[in-house]
């Protein structure tokens, strides 16, 4: 499996960025995807995860109510739309997938990871 993910880039504060990971493969609709980030001096922290369905999503705190992760199995695509982006938020974004297919947030669970790419939030 491979993953690229795009859609990076310079915001101001308070605005919107969708990112979007491609993913090839021919098992892409099994598994659960996620999106990770990476700011500088910081460990690799989870951002949300979804199901293969769909059926489930899972946010991380600082995240929640503010970002929206989705998928469309049929392009192999997965996407994280953020709103009401903050400073807080700068970091490398990384697409992710779990072929045990379950929901989890621990980045070690996950098999396949894409190159990243960078989201930075100017105050």
């Known amino acids: 499996v491979q993953l690229q993910a795009c859609g990076g880039g310079l915001v101001q504060t308070g605005c919107s960025l969708r990112l979007s990971c491609a993913a090839s493969?021919?098992?892409?609709?099994?598994?659960?995807m996620g999106w990770f980030r990476q700011a500088p001096g910081k460990e690799r922290e989870f951002v949300a995860a979804?199901?293969?369905?769909?059926?489930?999503?899972y946010y991380s705190g600082s995240v929640k109510g503010r970002f929206t992760i989705s998928r469309d199995n049929a392009k192999n695509t997965v996407y994280l739309q953020m709103n009401s982006l903050k400073p807080e938020d700068t970091a490398v974004y990384y697409c992710?997938?779990?072929?045990?297919?379950?929901?989890?947030?621990?980045?070690?669970?996950?098999?396949?990871w894409g190159q990243g790419t960078k989201v930075t939030v100017s105050s």
């Open positions: 493969g021919r098992s892409f609709s099994r598994y659960t």
């Open positions: 979804i199901t293969w369905s769909g059926g489930s999503v």
């Open positions: 992710a997938a779990d072929l045990t297919a379950q929901l989890r947030t621990k980045y070690d669970f996950y098999d396949y």
